[in-house]
């Protein structure tokens, strides 16, 4: 397994350009199993979840051209996929299969996914709302089989959370049902807006998407289509939270700065100096920050994904933070590891207490979940003396080129492969 080691007390310059958004290509590769005709996407992150996804797809008969980040799916003659546990637990999207298979094939046959690192991750709103458009689920040796009688049939779905992964498969199924479908309590993610702007491109019928109620008129077929995924918002508030570490000058481009805007109110709550434009942002120097507290919630509120991120920030900020994570029930994997590097921080049940004024210092520690991995690599930035971080096949789920982009900003990071 490679590890990354890195020279701290790095100062970084420059612009990065922030690549396409993980969590919008996952649901978006899938929704072309909908159709019969050809979908061409672009700006697709070069990241191992989605190499994975495609290999997956690949084994089932789905022709698809994958250059760095453009991908051409042609999906007319996939056989019926039962995607295996070993694919299904590294990369939890594979549940997402389901919708589009059911409404596309009438039936589906997926590993459950089992839980992850940061929690048991069920995928009860997923078949419930499944369910509600006519498929019914069994159990079986760890699969999930799901038949639909005739046809889906749209209904009234009233998610009880705003699953991100229930909106998008539910969504997608209810693309080829019969008749309108509502659901009530939708995500509001970016990424599900983008994901409907993509289908709306390949024929489907959708309203309100980013918004909480979607509606969706079903339609007979689809066309070919062509869809630039958007920018990661979460590799952007990444990288401004890098620049605010090192107090260092950096220019985060090419994304829709109105995606970060519970990020962007927080930073500037803390004291950060930044230029914001519709399209980029300018981290500035400026004085220590301050502390805050802060409660994940689901969008627009503040991302579960960006958590850990903050938390090595608020680790050298002035004063005492806290942090409630509501969405995860175990998402602060990241927690022991940054106490490893000199952090001071304690944990009682759901909220994280952090104690600014902390000095960074160099150590070995161990990466858990993809974004317990980066706030690792965040505080190794800072830190006095040099770190070596382990299972960083963690971060390349997520994050393109990681070691070449903190490189091209004037970190000493290298990549030692195991
Ligand atoms: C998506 O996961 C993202 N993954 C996650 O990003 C992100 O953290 C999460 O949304 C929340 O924003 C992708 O888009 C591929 P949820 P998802 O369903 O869809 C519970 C990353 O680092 N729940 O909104 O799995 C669940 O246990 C990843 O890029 C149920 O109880 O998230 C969790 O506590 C990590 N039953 C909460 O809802 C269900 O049927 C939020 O889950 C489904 C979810």
Redesign the pocket.
């Known amino acids: 397994m490679d590890k990354l080691i890195i020279k701290g007390n790095s100062q970084i310059s420059g612009s990065v350009n922030v690549h396409g958004s993980?969590?919008a290509a996952?649901?978006i590769i899938v929704s072309s199993l909908l159709s019969d005709k050809s979908l061409k996407l672009l700006n697709v992150p070069n990241v191992v979840?989605v190499s994975n996804l495609i290999k997956l797809l690949k084994n089932y008969g789905v022709k698809i051209l994958h250059n760095k980040n453009t991908v051409n799916i042609n999906p007319k003659k996939i056989k019926n996929l039962s995607a295996d546990y070993d694919v299904v637990r590294k990369m939890?999207?594979s549940i997402?299969i389901l919708g589009p298979l059911l409404s596309r094939f009438g039936e589906a046959k997926i590993s459950l996914p089992g839980g992850c690192a940061?929690?048991?991750?069920?995928?009860?709103?997923?078949?419930?709302g499944l369910s509600k458009l006519g498929a019914s689920f069994e159990i079986q040796n760890g699969f999930v089989v799901g038949n639909v009688k005739s046809q889906l049939i749209g209904n009234k779905i009233n998610l009880p959370?705003?699953?991100?992964?229930?909106?998008?498969n539910i969504l997608m199924a209810s693309v080829l049902a019969k008749g309108e479908t509502k659901i009530s309590n939708a995500?509001r993610?970016p990424?599900i807006e983008d994901l409907s702007n993509c289908l709306i491109k390949m024929g489907a019928k959708i309203e309100g998407h980013g918004s909480k109620t979607i509606y969706v008129q079903g339609v007979t077929n689809l066309k070919k289509a062509q869809h630039k995924i958007i920018s990661d918002r979460?590799v952007a508030g990444t990288y401004i939270i890098a620049a605010l570490i090192l107090n260092s000058k950096l220019e985060i481009k090419n994304f829709n700065t109105e995606y970060l805007k519970s990020l962007i109110n927080i930073l500037k709550k803390m004291g950060a100096n930044l230029n914001v434009n519709n399209n980029s942002i300018r981290v500035l120097k400026g004085p220590k920050l301050k502390s805050t507290n802060l409660s994940t919630s689901?969008?627009p509120g503040f991302?579960?994904?960006l958590q850990a991120q903050l938390m090595s920030l608020m680790c050298i900020s002035n004063g005492k933070s806290k942090i409630k994570e509501t969405?995860?029930?175990n998402r602060f994997m990241h927690v022991p590891e940054l106490n490893r590097l000199g952090a001071h921080i304690t944990v009682e049940k759901d909220t994280a207490t952090i104690i600014g004024n902390q000095i960074f210092k160099g150590a070995q520690v161990m990466a858990s979940?993809?974004?317990a991995s980066i706030s690792l690599v965040l505080a190794a930035m800072n830190a006095n003396g040099q770190t070596t971080i382990n299972r960083v096949y963690h971060l390349d789920?997520?994050y393109e080129n990681i070691e070449k982009t903190l490189g091209s900003l004037g970190v000493e990071i290298k990549r030692k492969k195991n």
């Not at 940061?118 to 419930?128: A, E, M, Q, S, V």
């Not at 959370?161 to 229930?166: D, E, L, M, N, T």
Request: glycine share 6%.
């Open positions: 993980k969590n996952l649901p979840d939890r999207a997402l940061i929690g048991t991750r069920p995928i009860d709103i997923h078949l419930d959370f705003p699953s991100v992964g229930a909106t998008e995500a993610e990424e979460i689901p969008y991302p579960t994904d969405i995860f029930e979940d993809l974004r789920r997520g």
